[in-house]
């Protein structure tokens, strides 16, 4: 089976279980997957390089038995190079760490490149592309943070569809056009728009996805309407 991220269509939908129902996580995840989504979006928060604490490999376990679709591993923890091994074992398909969690960010990728899995660099909104453009070479994915990581429900950081176009531009200008900038946070129907338009491919769908106003498979057809896809 083909999981890999750089093989999903664009512009593809990614929601983040982290405003789900973890009482059900199976249920909700089933819900996802029938209403067309392109991946899942796993939220991996240690409590130190962010306030908040999430899950990790174990519940990640469970969720490969319970899908077939790719899984994009978020990790928002300090020293990530410790735990890839941990992820790659629990299944999954894409390894994101951010370039303000270790001194070797490449390094990290390195290791996560050599256990075939596929790799991304996550970039918080107070860091500017500089600091991932040495990277890019090595990566599937650089992830855009459109808000401070930690919280679902965060509203969308005005600034970040210019970070996006100059994303794209750097991509485009070195001729990388398989790696795949993902935004993640503060992702409605409005903001996604916004962000497609400025050149993002992959849209992490948290709190638009999973909540009390709307079943899944409502709130994924608007996000599509939105994109016009
Ligand atoms: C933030 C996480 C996001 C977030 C998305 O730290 O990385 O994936 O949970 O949730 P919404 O879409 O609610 O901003
Ligand atoms: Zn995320």
Not at 49 to 72: K, M, Q, W
């Amino acid at each position: 089976m083909n999981r890999s991220i750089s093989n999903v269509a664009t512009p593809a939908i990614a929601p983040s279980i982290l405003t789900a129902d973890f009482g059900r996580l199976r249920g909700q995840i089933h819900e996802a997957e029938a209403a067309g989504v392109d991946l899942i979006h796993l939220d991996v928060m240690d409590g130190h390089f962010v306030p908040n604490i999430s899950f990790g490999p174990l519940v990640i376990s469970a969720i490969r038995e319970a899908t077939t679709l790719p899984l994009d591993v978020h990790l928002m923890i300090e020293h990530p190079e410790r735990y890839i091994d941990a992820f790659v074992e629990a299944g999954a398909d894409l390894i994101t760490i951010h370039v303000e969690s270790t001194p070797h960010p490449h390094r990290a990728i390195q290791q996560i490149r050599e256990q075939n899995v596929e790799a991304g660099i996550a970039v918080n909104p107070a860091t500017p592309l500089s600091a991932v453009e040495e990277l890019l070479e090595n990566v599937q994915l650089v992830l855009l943070m459109s808000v401070n990581p930690g919280y679902g429900g965060q509203a969308f950081i005005p600034q970040t569809p210019e970070k996006i176009r100059k994303m794209r531009s750097m991509i485009d200008e070195r001729k990388l056009d398989r790696v795949r900038i993902e935004v993640d946070g503060g992702i409605n129907r409005e903001t996604i728009r916004t962000a497609s338009a400025a050149g993002a491919d992959i849209f992490v769908t948290g709190s638009s996805v999973y909540s009390d106003r709307e079943p899944v498979s409502t709130a994924v057809s608007a996000l599509r309407g939105a994109l016009g896809a």
